[in-house]
C-alpha cells in the first residue's frame, strides 16, 4: 500500500463564467476532462480586432461582473447574466446582449457561445 502524502488543501473554489470577468466563490463544481463546468466557457470579441477580448486589451472587463442564475454543475453551460459596472444587468441570451456590452465598453464587442 502506498503512502499517502498531502500536498495542500482547497480553500476556496473560484468559477469565472466569462473570461476576463469578475468571477464568484462556489462551493462546489462539476471537474471534468474539459475543466470546471462554466469557468471561463463564455467570451467576448472584440469586433474590431476581430480577436477574443482579454484584460490586457480591454482592462474595462474587470469591472463586469458575471454569474450564472442558475446552478451549472454538470457538462451543460447554462446561460450567464453580466452586471454592468452602472448596475444594470444584462443575459447572455438578450436579443440586445451584444448591443448593451458595447456601449458599456465603448467599442463593438460580442458574446462568444460556450466552449464544448
Same mark, same amino acid.
Not at 469586433?47 to 482592462?59: F, N
Given at each position: 500500500? /502506498?503512502?499517502?502524502?498531502? %500536498?495542500?488543501? =482547497? /480553500?476556496?473554489?473560484?468559477?469565472?463564467? %466569462? /473570461?476576463?470577468?469578475?468571477? &464568484?466563490?462556489? *462551493?462546489?463544481?462539476?471537474?471534468? !476532462?474539459?475543466?470546471?463546468?462554466?469557468d471561463r466557457h463564455w467570451a467576448l470579441k472584440d469586433e474590431s480586432l476581430g480577436e477574443l477580448s482579454t484584460v490586457r486589451k480591454l482592462?474595462?472587463?474587470?469591472?463586469? !461582473? &458575471?454569474?450564472? #442564475?442558475? &446552478?451549472?454543475?454538470? +457538462?451543460? =453551460?447554462?446561460?450567464? *447574466?453580466?452586471?454592468? #459596472? +452602472?448596475?444594470?444587468?444584462?443575459?447572455? *441570451?438578450?436579443?440586445? %446582449?451584444?448591443? %448593451?456590452?458595447?456601449?458599456?465598453?465603448? !467599442?463593438?464587442?460580442?458574446?462568444? &457561445? #460556450?466552449?464544448?
Amino acid at each position: 500500500m /502506498k503512502e499517502r502524502i498531502e %500536498v495542500g488543501r =482547497v /480553500k476556496e473554489l473560484w468559477r469565472y463564467p %466569462v /473570461k476576463s470577468m469578475e468571477g &464568484a466563490r462556489v *462551493t462546489e463544481s462539476f471537474i471534468g !476532462k474539459a475543466g470546471m463546468s462554466g469557468d471561463r466557457h463564455w467570451a467576448l470579441k472584440d469586433e474590431s480586432l476581430g480577436e477574443l477580448s482579454t484584460v490586457r486589451k480591454l482592462p474595462k472587463l474587470l469591472k463586469f !461582473k &458575471a454569474r450564472y #442564475p442558475e &446552478a451549472s454543475n454538470s +457538462d451543460r =453551460v447554462p446561460p450567464v *447574466t453580466i452586471e454592468l #459596472p +452602472d448596475g444594470r444587468t444584462v443575459n447572455s *441570451t438578450d436579443d440586445n %446582449v451584444n448591443a %448593451v456590452l458595447s456601449e458599456a465598453i465603448g !467599442k463593438p464587442v460580442s458574446r462568444r &457561445a #460556450p466552449r464544448r
